[in-house]
């Protein structure tokens, strides 16, 4: 599911030329260790802890002093708010998920959609399921680059039925680091 998301809203929607800036929320970071990670294992330019940073617009002026041509939205808020300031002229969003949104009673006003009008931004939303019978294409693409090393992923294995609890509460305080998965049985 990850991995088809990833591909669709990338390769579908964003279509990337090369030489673009490209900003993908929401990855699963939490300390500097995990920044580290996305820079030196994932192959990022840069990164940022979210909690860490006062003002994201700042934040997002370090990482991208030349503008964002490509933004992967998985957060909503006011992470888009900052985003819609840091866009370049003809950049495209891709709309996966606002997950800073899920758990609010009520949801955030965005204030800088005015951006899309003056920048001419595309924004777009899709469904990973959208996708699923371009399935077989998704592993064509896919499977050559994680056997030739250039897609890399992290998974962070609960070993056994009984730790699923735990591993589920850990996922809303940000414990795992890279995608949860429980290891049911290695059989
Ligand atoms: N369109 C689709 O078909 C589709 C399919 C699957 C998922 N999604 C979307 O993709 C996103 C990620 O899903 P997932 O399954 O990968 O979730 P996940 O494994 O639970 O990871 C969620 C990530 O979001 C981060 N996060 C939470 N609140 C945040 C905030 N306010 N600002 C910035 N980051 C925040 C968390 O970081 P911390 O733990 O450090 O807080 C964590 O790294 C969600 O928006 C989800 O709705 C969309």
Same mark, same amino acid.
């Given at each position: 599911?990850?991995?088809?998301?990833?591909?669709?809203?990338?390769?579908?929607?964003?279509?990337?030329?090369?030489?673009?800036?490209?900003?993908?929320?929401?990855?699963?970071?939490?300390?500097?260790?995990?920044?580290?990670?996305? %820079?030196?294992? #994932?192959?990022? *330019?840069?990164?940022?802890? =979210?909690?860490?940073?006062? &003002?994201?617009?700042?934040? +997002?002026? @370090?990482?991208?002093?030349?503008?964002?041509?490509?933004?992967?939205?998985?957060?909503?808020?006011?992470?888009?708010?900052?985003?819609?300031?840091?866009?370049?002229?003809?950049?495209?969003?891709?709309?996966?998920?606002?997950?800073?949104?899920?758990?609010?009673?009520?949801?955030?006003?965005?204030?800088?959609?005015?951006?899309?009008?003056?920048?001419?931004?595309?924004? %777009?939303?899709? #469904?990973?399921? *959208?996708?699923?019978?371009? =399935?077989?294409?998704?592993? &064509?693409?896919?499977?050559? +680059?994680? @056997?030739?090393?250039?897609?890399?992923?992290?998974?962070?294995?609960?070993?056994?039925?009984?730790?699923?609890?735990?591993?589920?509460?850990?996922?809303?305080?940000?414990?795992?680091?890279?995608?949860?998965?429980?290891?049911?049985?290695?059989?």
């Amino acid at each position: 599911m990850p991995g088809i998301t990833a591909w669709a809203g990338f390769y579908e929607l964003a279509a990337p030329r090369k030489g673009e800036n490209v900003y993908i929320s929401a990855a699963t970071l939490l300390e500097v260790q995990e920044v580290e990670i996305l %820079k030196n294992k #994932f192959g990022f *330019d840069d990164a940022f802890n =979210y909690k860490e940073e006062q &003002d994201l617009d700042a934040a +997002l002026k @370090r990482c991208f002093p030349e503008g964002i041509d490509i933004y992967f939205e998985n957060v909503g808020g006011k992470m888009l708010d900052a985003v819609l300031l840091n866009m370049r002229l003809h950049g495209r969003i891709t709309a996966c998920g606002m997950i800073s949104q899920y758990n609010l009673s009520q949801t955030e006003g965005v204030h800088n959609m005015m951006n899309i009008v003056f920048k001419r931004i595309q924004m %777009k939303g899709f #469904f990973a399921t *959208d996708y699923f019978p371009e =399935y077989a294409k998704f592993l &064509d693409v896919v499977l050559p +680059l994680i @056997r030739e090393g250039k897609v890399v992923y992290l998974e962070d294995i609960a070993e056994g039925l009984e730790t699923a609890p735990a591993a589920l509460v850990g996922l809303f305080t940000g414990r795992n680091v890279g995608k949860q998965v429980v290891a049911v049985s290695k059989e």
